[in-house]
Every structure is written in C-alpha cells, then in structure tokens.
C-alpha cells in the first residue's frame, strides 16, 4: 500500500545510523533483521543489496579483531577447539548455524550436535571392526540375490523433503530393510546373521512401529538427496559406509564430510542435511538409528511407552 511504512527501510537506516557511530555489535543486528525481513517479503532491492555488503563488511572487521585478540592471549588458529573455530566462523557470517528441525517430535533439552564423536559410543570400535564381515555377507547377498529386493526409500507414504518428489519411487536412493520401524524381515535377515549380531550390540531403540530401523542404503552413481531434516530428536542416525567410491559427500548443517570405508559417522538427522554421489559407482552404506545419548533409562522408558504400536 502507497505510503505504508517499509520496516525493511526502517531497519536499514538504523543500522546506518549505528555504523556510523562506530557501534557494530548494534548495526549487525539492525542490519541482520533487514536482510530476514527482505527475504521473508521478497524485497530484492539496491539498498537491500548495500545492507548486505555492510553486514560483510563489519563481520569482516570484526573477524579480524578476534583473530588478533585470540592470537595475542596465545590462541592462534592451530590451538583452538573444534567449537570456538564453529563459532568464529558463524560469528564471521561465513558459515550458517544450524539448529533441530524435527519434522514429528521435539523432546526439549537435547543439544544441537551436528556430527557426534564416535569415541564417546563404547560400542562403536566393534561396529567398525566388523565392516569387513558386514560388506563380505552384502556382496555376497547381491551376488545370490541381487537387486530385487531392493525398493526406493521414497514412496507416496514416505515423509520426505519437496526438492526429493523427483525420487519417488526411483531407485536411485533405494534401501534393503533388515528391519524397518521396529519390524524385522526374517528373510533378509537370515542372509545377514553377523551383520545383525553386531548391529544389536547398540543401543537401539526397541520400540514395534518406531525403531529400531536397519537398511543398507544404495546411492546410484549420479544420485542427489535433497536437504531435509529427521522426524525425531531422540534418536541418532548411524551410517557404516560399506563401498564409497572417490566424488560422494554427506552434508550435516554447516559441516561437509566424505565417507570413509569402515569409519562410523553418527548424526542428529533433525538437523538439516544431503547426501550426493558424484561418482560412476554406486555407494553403500549400512544405517541404523540409536538412542540418544543424553537420554536416562527413565526417559527412553517413556518414550518407549509413548510410541509403541
């Protein structure tokens, strides 16, 4: 409506105006809340534009004063932890910070961890000593059976992000269900009998209808799975990357890693995340979900109660 106040404008100037008194801390902020606001109503404009390049400008500066901070009280970059250097760059506007986006159920007090050190998982050094056993019984499998039994992980029942409508039903992201929301395939799983005495030694979710869920994944050479994010923040998802060819990349938040043969990665999957495989091969990983760790025997007892069928 003519004449109707532009809070975009609004929130622009006043960021000018703290600038311009040297107060940058203020600015951002002023300048962060045109920019959000602009996107939400779709304001692609030239002074739009100028607020972003002032933002990058103080976040710059600001960079810079940190940096010669730290590095004067003996924290140059090769000292600090894994969590300041996150928090450096997202105060730096060069990486976006990343917080659960569970698509069902929020269970309140669990902290956003994007990828979880697996030293901290007593169980995890046998899960990937057996990787060998795992992949051999996979081949092995695929060999006598082949593909069959495979069916695409997106079907018109599956939840599943927007962008990934153009995989359903395709095999490019297709799984071989062990067991699947709490219920077991007897007939895959007796070609699978090492594979599945070492996936139950982890704290599984034992919950009929919920959890726990056990599938190969096959990512076909070419494939892309779009960002999306989990149902749950109670479990954790685990991947034990069986064949991964050089070009595949896995993305959780604002953290990229390469699969490693052998080399478990576990992840909060209610944080945004995508896979893709830029290879000429396909890509095999075992998954399965776990317990959060935070979570106490009382509170997986209640969940348990809550989801069962």
Not at 113 to 122: G, L, S
Not at 288 to 309: C, H, K, M, N
């Amino acid at each position: 409506m003519s004449g109707a106040p532009n809070p975009v404008a609004a929130q622009i100037r006043l960021g000018d105006e703290r600038s311009a008194a040297g107060n940058d801390d203020v600015a951002c902020y002023h300048y962060r809340t045109a920019l959000r606001l602009a996107q939400l109503l779709d304001l692609p404009t030239a002074e739009v534009e100028q607020a972003r390049q002032a933002l990058a400008t103080i976040e710059t500066r600001n960079a810079a004063k940190r940096e010669g901070r730290l590095s004067q009280r003996g924290l140059p970059a090769g000292k600090r932890s894994a969590g300041l250097k996150q928090a450096l760059e997202i105060a730096a506007g060069t990486k976006r910070h990343y917080v659960q986006e569970p698509t069902c159920f929020t269970y309140p007090g669990l902290p956003s961890i994007q990828f979880f050190d697996t030293a901290q998982f007593e169980w995890a050094p046998a899960m990937e000593a057996s990787t060998s056993t795992i992949r051999a019984e996979f081949v092995d499998f695929l060999q006598d059976q082949g593909h069959a039994d495979f069916r695409a992980y997106i079907q018109d029942h599956t939840v599943a992000p927007e962008a990934d409508q153009t995989l359903k039903g395709s095999k490019d992201w297709s799984v071989l269900s062990l067991c699947e929301n709490g219920w077991l395939a007897p007939k895959i799983v007796e070609h699978f009998p090492k594979t599945w005495e070492t996936v139950l030694r982890a704290p599984m979710p034992r919950i009929a209808g919920w959890g726990p869920t056990v599938v190969f994944s096959l990512l076909r050479a070419g494939a892309r799975i779009a960002p999306h994010t989990g149902m749950f923040n109670t479990r954790l998802i685990c991947h034990l990357p069986l064949i991964v060819p050089e070009g595949c990349e896995f993305r959780v938040g604002n953290e990229v890693r390469q699969w490693e043969e052998g080399k478990l990665i576990i992840f909060d999957d209610t944080i945004e995340h995508e896979a893709r495989n830029d290879s000429s091969q396909d890509r095999i990983v075992l998954i399965f979900d776990v317990w959060r760790p935070e979570l106490t025997e009382q509170e997986r007892y209640e969940l348990t109660a809550l989801f069962s069928d």
